[in-house]
């Protein structure tokens, strides 16, 4: 879009009104670009080659801070504006079009949007692929199933890595989050703000709380809670409505009374584009991706990372199960059981949750592979490199294979 800063006439300054116009203005312009015809205005018929100049000055945002952000553009002197709709209907780029994408470009000022915007030019949409911790990267290196991108291998943007390439011939570009939830959340969100991203698929590593699953086998989560949001009550206060730990249940030898009482277990808050703010325990993945998933339930997957180590049976991929996410790297069996049999979860983790709830924000789908690599505090409490490594070996090669399923089908998430 053509925006050309014009000289100051006069002592002329605008009003609310002028502002208050300008992002109606705004609006009218998104919906002429999505038609592409005459929209109508008032009684006036604007037709998409007419050229409509609105001249008008905008506050500064310190001034107005409850304005459009895409609108007010952090300016800190007030500007006049000429508006092209002409322009902003053949090049299709600018402020009004990024308010009508689902997602919000880099700012143009960054020093990497011109690589961003060529990167989502020349692929996508992409599927995201994330994952958290360096063996699950190094599964993915060491499978040699990512190809990078010839012309732009990789973007480095707020500390992240962003690898473009594909898998299995499709286009894809993934990235490590880091540990623990703020981590995972903030990553997502750059991913999404970013690139023309389709869906996310997440694939990793887990503890079991579920004594049926054993070291290697895969769980396609339905269901995920963050696990790690309390409201810490007083002591001998009366029974909530929630689920609770109560800490002197867990007195030992005797149950008996306990001054940190217990705590009471909160649903977290869910804030999505157009929709009131939801509080929601369980966090579902996209239903139309596990469907698909539920495909590779026969899917073989690998017994021995090399030769000298081998589990004793071969692992499964199991569908439908409920995970946990919290903050807390988990090594203790009476909790361990406590999750199991208060939220009838199978796995845990410290990421899975906020991946899924930055998919839901962004009204993007998103699915979850959890290879188990510990039992969490059970009966094995060694924690094994070779366990951990096979574990995200399993999990990639599912998610590899879902991948290549979603290609197959051309599911497109309708942005």
């Known amino acids: 879009m053509s925006l050309w800063l014009l000289r100051r006439l006069g002592k002329w300054q605008a009003t609310d009104c002028a502002a ?26 604007f037709p998409a080659t007419t050229f409509f100049h609105f001249l008008g000055e905008f506050p500064s945002r310190q001034s107005h ?20 709709v002409k322009s902003v209907v053949m090049l299709g780029l600018g402020l009004l079009l990024a308010m009508a994408q689902h997602t919000v470009q880099l700012r143009s000022n960054h020093p990497m949007h011109g690589i961003v915007d060529r990167v989502n030019e020349i692929g996508g949409p992409y ?33 992240r890595r962003f690898n473009v390439g594909k898998i299995k011939n499709v286009d894809v570009i993934y990235v490590m989050t880091g540990e623990q939830t703020v981590n995972a959340g903030i990553t ?11 869906g996310v698929v997440h694939y990793g590593t887990a503890g079991s709380s579920n004594n049926s699953l054993s070291f290697g086998d895969v769980s396609v989560m339905k269901y995920v809670a963050f696990t790690g949001s309390w409201k810490w009550k007083a002591f001998k206060s009366e029974t909530g409505q929630l689920p609770e730990l109560d800490f002197g249940a867990f007195n030992f030898p005797v149950r008996g009374k306990n001054l940190l009482a217990k705590v009471e277990f909160t649903p977290s808050q869910l804030y ?15 239903s139309e991706w596990f469907d698909i998933a539920t495909q590779l339930q026969d899917l073989e997957l690998r017994r021995c990372l090399n030769d000298t180590y081998c589990l004793p049976e071969t692992p499964k991929v199991i569908v439908g199960l409920r995970g946990s ?10 909790y361990r059981e406590f999750l199991f049999k208060q939220f009838n979860v199978s796995t845990v983790d410290e990421e899975s949750a906020a991946i899924v709830m930055a998919c839901l924000s962004n009204a993007v789908p998103s ?17 094994s490199i070779s366990r951990i490594s096979l574990a995200s070996v399993n999990a990639l090669r599912v998610a590899a294979e879902f991948i290549a399923l979603i290609d197959k089908n051309n599911l497109v998430h309708d942005q």
Not at 68 to 81: A, C, D, E, K, V
């Open 65 to 84: 801070p409850h304005r459009h952000p895409t609108m007010i553009m952090g300016l800190n002197q007030r500007r006049r504006w000429v508006l092209d």
């Open 367 to 383: 699915i979850v592979f959890r290879g188990v690599s510990d039992l969490g505090g059970g009966s094995d409490r060694l924690l």
């Open 188 to 198: 997502v969100q750059i991913l999404l703000d970013a690139f023309d991203i389709r």
């Open 325 to 334: 996410t919290a903050d807390i790297f988990l090594d203790n069996a009476a």
């Open 20 to 45: 208050t116009a300008a992002w109606d203005l705004g609006r009218w312009l998104v919906q002429l670009l999505q038609t592409k015809q005459c929209v109508a205005g008032g009684s006036i018929l």
């Open 127 to 159: 599927i995201g692929l994330v994952m958290a911790y360096p063996p699950e990267e190094l599964a993915l290196i060491t499978s040699r199933l990512f190809v990078h991108n010839s012309r732009i291998p990789f973007i480095d943007l707020a500390g």
């Open 272 to 286: 999505s584009a157009g929709k009131p703010m939801e509080e929601l325990f369980w966090l579902p993945v996209d």
